[in-house]
């Protein structure tokens, strides 16, 4: 063992200097050390995120700055800034929820949901999102989950609630086409069939995992 | 019809609670037990005994998931596998986004490592398990000497008892008192290291040494190292924060004042100050006035009080049905004023006993804690007393003056510690 004659203690291992004074050790018999060394990684994104992401301010700044100098068509640039957020908050959902892709699905379709029906209102109400875009996303959404949960052998607990969550979703057209605001029905009754087609199936067969999951999630 | 099994879930203990929400990279609220063997350790050994031990413990195959108002732990169907030991210590165990089981295994040259989150246990609760894990692996490795003998493991406690949360069961469902105001407390600053690394200091020291000093000051080991610790802590303090006290967050084992032999949290904090503007900085001072905030905290309504003034927000029926994402919210905060509320922690976790046949293949057992400030923990096996300083500061000076206060008693000080600058 080495010896640090300042703090007057014993050092294992085999470093040449104090870990408390970082005085020059004495004595010459090394020992193992007792942690491996773990090199810093200097975690860093990847290239391709960057020129996304440089690639984003560009755009975004120049077309404000274009748009102040040529305000002769509106705020058109408005468009361009929301277009990018948009891509970006999905963007970000995709990649922080990469290891669940159940709720990653459900997540999506939220999201996607939401910023339609905004640019939907934004643009002049004429009512494609709840007609054609929302019903559609939920659907492709379920089937999507259907496919995945059964090829990569998910077990039944780690989809069920995401399942659930997405065919409750998909009832919601009902409304839209109770109040009468659809202009065409064909997706929304596609989406809804599919919602109740799905909810039966884990009722039916599923019974006992989806009070389970409900006691779980819902518990005080 | 065939009868579906559903996957067993459990809540979360009381003291478990403050976990999920207040995980970050910067602490991740991950402790290390490490034993140190004669021989280097045998990997598919550990591999079996970890496979037998974790039948024992079943929360121990849990992960994480959220409700709509509580967190819980579900039965995972993940495997426990032992590794290498190629992390940093105290590396995230839980991330919401990335699930895993709560605890890892690991191993380098001599050593046993295991890391567990503090939501599935608290120390005390962890070293049943570790302590189960190198029986089996003692005994599985070293087969043949253990032939003819029948050993026993000085833990009795069922599957149930183990899973037992004794918050709740102790809980008397008083109404809190209203607390005491709270001590404008000292607060370690300094750059810290890159990527949220600790840095280990831990000291060996011979126990027979160190009790006969503590004997000299007529105090026992816990205050006395505490009192030491915030001498070091004092010569640190700039002279314009001088005003301020040193405080130290002491966990308490409440197994040891009720009956519990649960696997789980079971612990509860006391908070010791000393101020240094005002009183002497003499060591014996010191461990004079720790003796009383000991005594005065120590009482059985005190550590009472604790409990229900814990688990009454808990049992608060408005709060129950809060959304996770908003407790999620007011748990940080309370975390970051709890924070506030302390220098630094102490923690003895103390003597670790093993079946007599088996010290020949054991040399010690340490515990470390992940920390964003600095963190000591202690615990002897037979002569070996470990003090483990965790530290989230590249500066080293407090672990300096704290075993050097030592090493010029007299007692003997072995260093170890991690290699966190590139030497």
Known sequence: MKYCSNCKVNIVGNRKNCPLCQEILLGDKCSDEIFPKISFVYKEHGLFFKIVLLASIVIASVSVAMNILLPQRGAWSLFILGGLGSVWASMINVINKR??????????????????????????????????????TCFFAMITMAIISKVRKLFIEDYILYIIIDGLFGIVPIIFIMTGILNVLFPSLLCIVTSIISLSTILIFEEHSLWAEAKRRLHL | MKNKKVSEWSKLDNAAKIFPPNSKNSDTKVFRFACELYDNVDKQALQQALDITIEAFPLYKSIIKSGLFWYYFEKSRFKAVVTEENLPPCSTLYDKNNKTLLFRVMFYKKRISFEVYHALSDGAGAIQFFKTLVFHYITIKYESFFKDKVLVLDNDASRTQ???????????GNRPASKKKTIKAYKLRGLKLPEYRIRVIEGVIPVDCILAIVKEH??????????????AINEEIPARMKNRSVVLSIPV?????????TARNFFGVINVDYNFSTRSNDLDEVIEHLKNSFKENLTPEHLEKRINTLSYLEHNYFLRII????????????????????????????????????????????IFVSTSKLQACVCSYENKLRISFTSAFISTEIQRRFFKTLADMGIPVNIESNKVDEE
């Open chain 2, 218 to 231: 007529k105090t026992s080991l816990t205050i006395f190292l505490a009192a030491v610790l915030m001498c």
């Open chain 2, 323 to 366: 959304p996770l994402a908003i407790k999620d919210v007011v748990l940080k905060i309370a975390n970051n004023i709890v924070d506030k509320s302390y220098t630094s922690t102490l923690s003895n976790v103390g003597k670790i006993n093993m079946p007599d046949e088996m010290k020949q293949f054991i040399s010690s057992f340490d």
């Open chain 1, 99 to 136: 290891n669940n892709i159940p709720k990653n699905i459900v997540y999506q379709v939220m999201i996607i949901s939401v910023i339609v029906i905004l640019w939907d209102i934004i643009t002049g109400r004429k009512g494609w999102s709840i007609n054609y875009v929302v019903p559609l």
């Open chain 2, 162 to 172: 183990k899973m037992d949360d004794s918050f709740q069961k102790y809980y008397s």
């Open chain 2, 253 to 261: 084992n409440l197994r040891n004042y009720y009956y519990s032999q």
